[in-house]
T-cell receptor, first 111, second 114 residues
Framework: SQQGEEDPQALSIQEGENATMNCSYKTSINNLQWYRQNSGRGLVHLILIRSNEREKHSGRLRVTLDTSKKSSSLLITASRAADTASYFCATVTGGGNKLTFGTGTQLKVEL | DAGVTQSPTHLIKTRGQQVTLRCSPKSGHDTVSWYQQALGQGPQFIFQYYEEEERQRGNFPDRFSGHQFPNYSSELNVNALLLGDSALYLC?????????????FGQGTRLTVV
């Protein structure tokens, strides 16, 4: 079963604009991770944020985590056409490495 | 350093047949997880192998089984294939010594059951 839901399901923006994707989940987590998937192929890890962290940055990516609302957001600044992909949040609960994925957001960045 | 490699990349099987998918983890990783991704959906966890044992299992029937070898590579076997087993099968590796770390994914095996 899916742990979380991403919102929006699809997002279309112009190059240079910022893209924000949201993720909500249902149970307490150990950490939350964001992955990118191009054209239905393998997933690429973007960023990991632990339950005791509130914000994390990596290059053009900014992730926030609100454990009281059980939600996270991924912000991509100054988007590029190459950012076009599906983005998934995934949660880790308990002590294992099992990833429980959300439904994904399809991002399209147009020139 | 080769990342996670999966074989084959594409496979077509007939309903009722059996299939074996293979995965070699990233160098230094000892944990392998398998995921099934249906079209338009997020990946669903099948199971995870660590030290040649199944450590966690998702909500999949016994038709789905696996194995991990001493060199940490892994196989996913699916028996009595159903049309609904058509999906992208993803292998992910990680280091089991530090739980809750990032996973590295292979490019997947696209299985079509006809």
């Amino acid at each position: 079963s899916q742990q979380g839901e991403e919102d929006p399901q699809a997002l279309s923006i112009q190059e240079g604009e910022n893209a924000t994707m949201n993720c909500s989940y249902k149970t307490s987590i150990n950490n939350l991770q964001w992955y990118r998937q191009n054209s239905g192929r393998g997933l690429v890890h973007l960023i990991l944020i632990r339950s005791n962290e509130r914000e994390k940055h990596s290059g053009r990516l900014r992730v926030t985590l609100d454990t009281s609302k059980k939600s996270s957001s991924l912000l991509i600044t100054a988007s590029r056409a190459a950012d076009t992909a599906s983005y998934f949040c995934a949660t880790v609960t308990g002590g294992g490495n099992k990833l429980t994925f959300g439904t994904g957001t399809q991002l399209k960045v147009e020139l | 350093d080769a990342g996670v490699t999966q074989s084959p990349t594409h496979l077509i099987k007939t309903r009722g047949q059996q299939v074996t998918l293979r995965c070699s983890p990233k160098s230094g990783h000892d944990t392998v997880s398998w995921y099934q991704q249906a079209l338009g959906q997020g990946p669903q966890f099948i199971f995870q192998y660590y030290e040649e044992e199944e450590r966690q299992r998702g909500n999949f029937p016994d038709r789905f089984s696996g194995h991990q070898f001493p060199n940490y590579s892994s196989e996913l076997n699916v028996n009595a294939l159903l049309l609904g087993d058509s999906a992208l099968y993803l292998c992910a590796s990680s280091w089991g010594g530090a739980r809750g770390t990032e996973a590295f994914f292979g490019q997947g095996t696209r299985l079509t059951v006809v």
